[in-house]
């Protein structure tokens, strides 16, 4: 099976003061094509920064980051028009934090990606039915993201990763905020996107029950992967 995304000897780490913190420290790791991996790790491990560095959101201090056997660009002023169209096109992110736009209604904040793109939404309305129905969110499609719950905001930004039908799903703690039925709806559709149509997800998490759902369980553990 190819690797869609490899990772060489990535170092990472934050300026606090005068003192340095190490939050990752000579990560190697290959994702095959398709595959459905779960990284975890306690707070503060570099879970989140180990995402954030192979989606090309993050730039690291020393190391490596291949997409489909190229190097992706240096995360620098200079390549971030090459940067955002490579993310844009082949990358989709569910946050931790969701970055909803909340001036927007649900529908208008799932439509974003698809036109940044350059995508005609028309061609996507019936997966999107599709999805708002298996997350239940139907009846709350034209509502503004500012009416909605914690759990209701996490799953808007679910479907607005899935509909833009990008190669690779990231996804930063997608069910932390939401209750066991619907955590398990969310799994149920990212399982499927991996197996049925070939994405590959990497999934950041601290929940055991999550993690068993993926292909494979790696854990950071202060800055190194295990």
């Not at 490596?64 to 190229?70: A, I, Q, R």
Request: with cysteine; glycine share 6%; charged share 25%.
């Amino acid at each position: 099976m190819d690797n869609i995304i490899t990772a060489k000897n990535i170092c990472k780490s934050y300026k606090i003061g005068e003192d340095s913190q190490v939050v990752l420290r000579d990560v190697s790791i290959d994702f095959p094509k398709g595959s459905f991996t779960c990284i975890m790790g306690a707070s503060g491990s570099g879970k989140s920064s180990l995402l954030y560095i192979l989606s090309g959101l993050d730039a690291y201090d020393t190391g490596e980051v291949y997409f489909n056997g190229s190097r992706l660009p240096d995360f620098s002023k200079e390549n971030d028009k090459e940067l955002s169209k490579i993310r844009c096109n082949n990358f989709s992110f569910i946050f931790q934090f969701y970055n909803l736009l909340h001036a927007l209604t649900v529908e208008e904040n799932i439509y974003l990606p698809l036109l940044l793109a350059k995508k005609d939404v028309k061609d996507y309305t019936d997966k999107i039915n599709r999805l708002l129905e298996a997350v239940g969110l139907t009846d709350k499609r034209n509502k503004k993201i500012s009416t909605l719950s914690g759990g209701e905001q996490q799953r808007v930004s679910i479907i607005r990763a899935l509909v833009a039908e990008t190669e690779v799903i990231f996804a930063d703690e997608p069910t932390g905020n939401l209750d066991y039925d619907n955590s398990n709806k969310v799994i149920d559709l990212l399982v499927e996107l991996s197996k049925k149509y070939d994405k590959t997800v990497i999934l950041a998490t601290h929940d055991h029950e999550v993690a068993k759902r993926g292909d494979k369980i790696l854990t950071l553990k202060n800055g190194i992967l295990i």
